[in-house]
């Protein structure tokens, strides 16, 4: 359903995003995962048709996307930084999108404000940041969209209105097929509630699969031997990561779980224990961030004395 | 599948959002339309009161005194410019406001991934805004239209004028506001936006300004400041200088240059057919003779901007649709308008610098120094690129940028360069051009100076070199010996071949001449290397209807007494006698001065009308050296007062004791000048002066020869002769050589004609206390000889000075200031030319 080709967007002399491709089916939540400034937003905005790419192109239902009423009519972006006309209600934001969208629904718009208890005629710059989001989350899923862009929509709001939307999600993709593409910073949230992750870093997608290939193909283990062991000695298997506390070692494999499992249990640790990674530590692994010395940064505490 | 109508409900919302400034504009317009009809509910209401009293219906009345329509008002002009302004700004305004939208991360993000593409996004709101403009400004007229049917009836002139005001107020709006939203939505803050949005709007208006203001300092023959007015001597405030034009330049619409600037100039558009119609198109009252020759004016300046408007309206479109959402929020990323916002300015800057070094400058020492063109234009193009490269950088905000763009200034600053290089060798032709007598259907030249009887005219000056180093006194001195040029009128036209070829003849010695640079205060020891400053133009009116204007500021002095010789032909002198009719219908008081304007004696009001006609037929029968450079006997002068009586002015007098004014003093016509002189010049103390200069100044002074034979006539037949006859002896002269004593200038250069009449013939020292006990020197009195006079007491020297002497006189070849003293200790300045006396004077 969108279809991101070598998508490649700079602004000026410097390049945001390079060459990125992927692909995100109907009936498919989609999760954007990268540090700060690696490019989710400049991503969603260049799905969105807000950027237009110096290279490469979206497609969406097959169209490319950029000055595309037909199609943009069918998705609804939500941006990070939201925006509401002065003096807006929900009410008002409701005409200003029934202008634009088809298949807007008033009745929809009314009964998921009701289901956030969120007041449709109150104005909206009297709500709070967490309500904000919640009303533009009402308007976009009153548009009905085919497809859905969410920057960072969780952020701020309590845990009972996570899980509301979350719900709502899930209940509106299996009733409509839509595709939703949401980034975030709540690796845990975006786990339970993505069925793919793509992993943003250094310009480019490192990392683009779905939720279960992931289960299966990452795993962390904790071993014990009864001799030294170094990480060159695990040669037959892919390690992403590898730590060592005295005789336990910890490590990361990528690939198949079970066949990386035999290998190990081929080396005869004296305890082997699996745990499946979670998101977080998939993140932390892929993103690569420096390892800093603070001591040195901030100096001992005899040498401030 | 279903659709939705995005264009219109943009339309539509984009109209729901914005509407209070066109609602502010049709507040404003209707507001002064009602303000200049109230400025004749006098005129209506006499009207309504006469129609009652006769039975008349109010509005045949009205008819009949030529009423067809008020809209604006001719007594109020600056009010229809303001108007203009208003307007304009207004819908620059609602272009912001409408595409304010795209320097705003949060709204960007939203509109641009509405389910709408770019195009239909600003065709909406951009017709949005057309047509809130189109209501704000046609429904004002429209109720003002019915207001004018209910009190003047309907007619063809009413509904001709109402459309010619929606046409231009909603050209000038809808081309503002097409400016506006091209560049609203093309960059990405809103500074820029209202920064370039005017800049560019007031680039026609500026580079107007400075083609007519800095051009004529490189390009010679190019009229200076051409502010035309066509020699009405019925009225000589018949200009086209209205105070808030004094800085615009108004240029015959027929010439070519005149033509383009005239329909470029969005804040002033049509300004000069607007105007020139008589008063009927910005007025509503007109008189016969206007009512019979009133039409619409032209309306090619509306097309062009029309067409302009579209333009602007397709590059806006253009722009927007591919300008990079990524830039709003961000200043000077759209390197277009950066160029050219930089282009404007540095090009005002190089225009500026152009004027300012093309002034000479005048220190207090009185050294004098000027830059010579090409230094002038170097100067110029250093500074124009250091204000393109300044911008650039505070617009970019990045020296990376600037380095990368640079070129884009070097070719601004080439073509500059050449620009001013094709000015300064003549611009193919146009310095040295005259048109063919056989194409030449007529010309018009401008007078030297104002017409000998205008009003004021001779007597206006302004501060002397005469008194520049040797006294002081030019702070306190309203104005001094040699009076500043005060012409430019534009003689009407000359139509026979014989005038016509004086005039190309003269043109072209002004040519032939070329550049003429202000000479060195020690330069104009030598008479023959003065210049004068003038503002001297002619205009050819060819055949075919084109108009060729060139104009010259500085003219050689033999050159520049050519001039007065259109002073000898039949149409100046058709003038003077008109204006002298006009002057002696009733306001004038005639005072004779003696010889040494010692005595003032009034003229019986019986003989005002006479005396005036024996001097128009001295005027018209002799040429004007006979009154400029005359070679017969001075004998005294009459000067015409305006007498405040006949004009209602009353004087006040601020009573410090009462804290309050109070009017003290009614003139009275009486037969001792002096006193009624003398009564008027203490109450200018405590007056602002203007009642006094109103007296004072406002006089014509006919200097009386011997040639004048008419007027001595009528003189000796009415028994006035010996009023030129000075009582008291010369006993001594103070003499000073003419060379020396206006070789220095003030910064405001003064003319070369000698003109004893600035203090009304200052002949009576006078220094003494006023009524409140404060010691004044009046500026009467003092003493005006500079400290190298030498003193003459040979009574033989003396009588040949004062045979010699003359109170006005055009100084082109010098001769001596004198001083004369009599035995009742008053003394009067006069001048003596060079050759009238024996022997020299050191």
Known sequence: MIEINGVTKRFQDFTAISNLSMKVEKSSIYGLVGYNGAGKTTLLKVVAGVYKPELGEVKIFGENIFDNEKVKQRIFYVPDDIYFETGATIESMGKFYEGYYPSFDKKTMRKLAEAFGLDTKKRINGFSKGMQRQAEIVLAMATNPEVILLDES??????????????????YMAERECSVIISSHNLHELADLCDHIALINGKNIVMDCSVDDMNGSRCKFRLIFDRDVEEADFKDIEIKRFSRDGKIITLSTNGDVEENEKKLEAMKPLIIEKFPLTLEEIFLEEMESGNYNFKDIFGSAENTK | MKTKNTFAFSLAHAMKK????????????????????SSYTREISVAKETALLTGQNFRELLRGYFFRYVLFSNYNDTLYFLTSIGVIGASALLGILLFRFVSNKKTVNVYYSLGITRTKLYCARYLAGIIMLFAAITVPFLIMALINIYYFGSSVMLWKAVLFFIIHFCVIAFASFSIAAAVSGSVGTIVEAIGFSAIIILSTSIIMVCVTDAIPFMLFGAPKNTTIALYNAGNIYQTYNNSHLSSETFLLSNTFLGRILENIDLIFLNRGNIFSGGLCIIGQVVDETTFNVWAMPPLTPYILWAIGSVAFFALGLFMFKYKKAEICGFMGRNKVLNFIISAILSFLAFCGVICMLGSEINTTSGFTFSFNMWNRALIGIVISFLVFSVIELLLTRSFKSYKRNIKFSLIHIGLMVLFVFSLHLGFFGYSSYIPDIEDIKSVNISTPSTLTGAKSAILYSSYSDFYWIENNLTDTVPGCYYTSDTGGYMLSEFKDKESIQSVIDFHQKLIDEGWVHRESDKARLDYSKRSVKVNATIVYTLKDGRQIARGYQRLPLDLYEEMFRVEDTDKWNGLVEMEFTNFLSGISVPVIFSEQMDKKTFVDENLINGLGQAIIKDIKALDYTSFWRSDADWLGCVAFFNNPENDGMVFYYDDYEDDGYEAVYQPEFSNDADYYIKTISERWQYSNGAEYTALMNDNSIVPITSEMKNTIAFLQSNGLYEALIDESEIVSARVIDAAKATASRSWNETDIIFNAFWDNGKAKA????????????????????????????????????????????????GGYIVEFKRANGNTTIMFVPSGRISQEIK
């Not at chain 2, 914005?18 to 009809?37: A, D, K, R, S, W």
């Open chain 2, 766 to 813: 006078e220094k003494g206390y006023d009524k409140y006990g404060y010691y004044e020197e009046r500026y009467t009195s003092g003493d005006y000889m500079p400290d190298e006079s030498v003193t003459v007491t040979d009574k033989k020297l003396l009588k040949e000075l004062q045979n010699n002497a003359y109170g006005m006189y055009l100084d082109t070849d």
């Open chain 2, 18 to 37: 914005n509407f209070i400034m066109p609602i502010l504009t049709f507040i404003g317009l209707f507001g002064v339309l009602i303000i200049n009809f």
């Open chain 1, 154 to 171: 969780f952020d701020g709001l309590d845990p009972a209105k996570r899980n509301l939307i979350k719900n709502l999600l899930l209940e």
